[in-house]
C-alpha cells in the first residue's frame, strides 16, 4: 500500500465533448414566476451553463489543483485519491478531512495552507496539522467501488490509510455531511486511533429504546423542526436511496442535468440568502460540476445513500454512543434546525459546541477562517 503522486490531466476532447454537449443544451419549461421554489431555476441556470461552455477555463483551474500533493493508494482493491499537505514545525499534528454529497475534495481547498502552514497566516508552527483530504470512494478521482459501500466501511479504509498507508498511530478526524457520519463511525469503530473528532453536522440517530433517557421540550421542538424541514426538502435523498441508477442515467448522460441536480443543493444548503453567488462564483461552482462530470462520478457518489438506508448505518445502539472527545460547530445554515447540546450529547462526548453566526453545509468553504478557528479551539482542548 505505498501510495503514488497523481497528477490532474484531463484529455482536450474530453473538455471538447463537454462543450458541445452543453451547446446542445434541450432546456425545460418552467412555472411562471416559479424562481427556486420548484428547483433549480431557469434563467440561473442558462446563465452559468453559458459561463461553463464559454467562458470557464478548466486548464486553469486544473493548474491551480494541480499545485497541492496530490496521492493515489490502493487499499483492499479500492482506489483512493487523497491530498497530503504535511504541516509546518517539528510536531505537526495529524489532520484527516472527509467531504459529504454533493461536495468533493475540493471543498476543503481554502483551509489545506492555514491549517498546515499557520505561520504564514500570523499564526504559531506549534498548531500546525499534517492535512489529509481524502476523497470519498466513487467520488472525483478515488475509484467507483464494486458495490455500495456505507460509512462503517469507508471508515475502515481511512482507519488503513491513516495509520498503515500514511503511518500515524494518532490522529484528528473532521468531516460534514456523509463525511461527519464517516468520522463519527471512524470512532465508534476505531476509537484508539483518535484523538478527536470534530464535525460541522450531528448524523447518528440516538437510541430511543424504552430505557432511553426522556427528550427535553428542547430537543422535542428540534425534531419537530427537523421533520419540517425533511418534508420539504428530503425527495434527492428519497431518490438516491432507493434507485440511485435510475438517476444515474440522465446525470452521468446530460452536463446540464447534473448542473440542474447539485446546483439547486449549493443554493438550499450553503448561507447563500437565496442568492448563489453572494457564497460560490460561477468559476467555484463549474468547477465542482467539471470535476463530477470528468470523472464520472455522480451515480457512485449517490450510492452512499442506498448504502446507509439498507444498513441503518446512523442508527446506535442501545447504550452505543461515541466516546472520543467530539467537538461540533453549528454553522448558522444548515440541513436542519439548530440541535440542542442535549441532543448532540446523547450520541457524542461532546467536550467543545460553537454556534457560528453565518455559513452554512459547505463550512469549509464557506467560511474558511471561521472553520479554521473553531478547529483549532478544538484541538486546544484536547
Known amino acids: 500500500m505505498t501510495p503514488k503522486p497523481y497528477r490532474i490531466s484531463i484529455p482536450d476532447a474530453a473538455i471538447a465533448d463537454l462543450k458541445a454537449r452543453l451547446g446542445r443544451a434541450r432546456w425545460p419549461s418552467e412555472p411562471a414566476e416559479g424562481g427556486w421554489r420548484f428547483g433549480s431555476n431557469l434563467g440561473y441556470m442558462q446563465k452559468l451553463v453559458q459561463h461553463w461552455r464559454e467562458t470557464f477555463d478548466w486548464r486553469e483551474q486544473e493548474a491551480r489543483l494541480n499545485a497541492f500533493p496530490h496521492q493515489t493508494v490502493e487499499i483492499d482493491g479500492q482506489v483512493i485519491h487523497f491530498i497530503h499537505e504535511p504541516g509546518s514545525g517539528a510536531v505537526p499534528r495529524p489532520l484527516l478531512l472527509t467531504h459529504g454529497w454533493p461536495s468533493s475534495f475540493l471543498e476543503f481547498l481554502e483551509v489545506i495552507e492555514p491549517l498546515a502552514h499557520p505561520e504564514r497566516f500570523g499564526g504559531d508552527t506549534a498548531e500546525a496539522f499534517d492535512v489529509v483530504v481524502a476523497s470519498l470512494p466513487g467520488y472525483g478521482f478515488s475509484s467507483a467501488p464494486p458495490a455500495p459501500m456505507d460509512?462503517?466501511?469507508?471508515?475502515?479504509?481511512?482507519?488503513?490509510?491513516?495509520?498503515?498507508?500514511?503511518?500515524?498511530?494518532?490522529?484528528?478526524?473532521?468531516?460534514?455531511?456523509?463525511?461527519?457520519?464517516?468520522?463519527?463511525?471512524?470512532?465508534?469503530?476505531?476509537?484508539?486511533?483518535?484523538?478527536?473528532?470534530?464535525?460541522?453536522?450531528?448524523?447518528?440517530?440516538?437510541?430511543?429504546?424504552?430505557?432511553?433517557?426522556?427528550?427535553?421540550?428542547?430537543?422535542?421542538?428540534?425534531?419537530?423542526?427537523?421533520?419540517?424541514?425533511?418534508?420539504?426538502?428530503?425527495?434527492?435523498?428519497?431518490?438516491?436511496?432507493?434507485?440511485?441508477?435510475?438517476?444515474?442515467?440522465?446525470?452521468?448522460?446530460?452536463?446540464?442535468?447534473?448542473?440542474?441536480?447539485?446546483?439547486?443543493?449549493?443554493?438550499?444548503?450553503?448561507?447563500?440568502?437565496?442568492?448563489?453567488?453572494?457564497?460560490?462564483?460561477?468559476?467555484?461552482l463549474c468547477t465542482m460540476l467539471s470535476l463530477y462530470w470528468f470523472t464520472g462520478c455522480v451515480g457512485p457518489a449517490s450510492w452512499m445513500y442506498w448504502a446507509a438506508r439498507e444498513n441503518a448505518t446512523a442508527r446506535l445502539g442501545p447504550g452505543q454512543r461515541v466516546a472520543v472527545p467530539t467537538g461540533y460547530a453549528d454553522f448558522a445554515v444548515d440541513a436542519a434546525p439548530r440541535p440542542p447540546r442535549s441532543w448532540g450529547m446523547r450520541m457524542y462526548n461532546i467536550v467543545h459546541w460553537s454556534e457560528m453566526p453565518s455559513g452554512g453545509h459547505f463550512a469549509a468553504l464557506e467560511e474558511p477562517e471561521a472553520f479554521v478557528a473553531d478547529l483549532r479551539a478544538f484541538v486546544r482542548r484536547l
Open 151 to 284: 460509512a462503517h466501511a469507508i471508515a475502515g479504509l481511512w482507519h488503513q490509510l491513516m495509520t498503515r498507508v500514511l503511518g500515524y498511530r494518532h490522529f484528528v478526524a473532521q468531516g460534514g455531511d456523509w463525511g461527519a457520519l464517516v468520522t463519527s463511525c471512524l470512532a465508534l469503530d476505531h476509537p484508539g486511533v483518535l484523538d478527536g473528532i470534530h464535525l460541522t453536522m450531528l448524523p447518528l440517530k440516538p437510541w430511543r429504546g424504552a430505557a432511553a433517557k426522556p427528550l427535553s421540550e428542547a430537543e422535542r421542538n428540534f425534531i419537530t423542526g427537523m421533520r419540517a424541514w425533511w418534508q420539504e426538502q428530503i425527495g434527492y435523498q428519497r431518490m438516491q436511496s432507493t434507485k440511485p441508477q435510475t438517476l444515474a442515467f440522465a446525470l452521468t448522460d446530460s452536463p446540464v442535468g447534473l448542473a440542474g441536480w447539485l446546483v439547486e443543493k449549493f443554493r438550499t444548503l450553503a448561507d447563500t440568502k437565496g442568492s448563489l453567488e453572494r457564497r460560490f462564483s460561477k468559476d467555484q
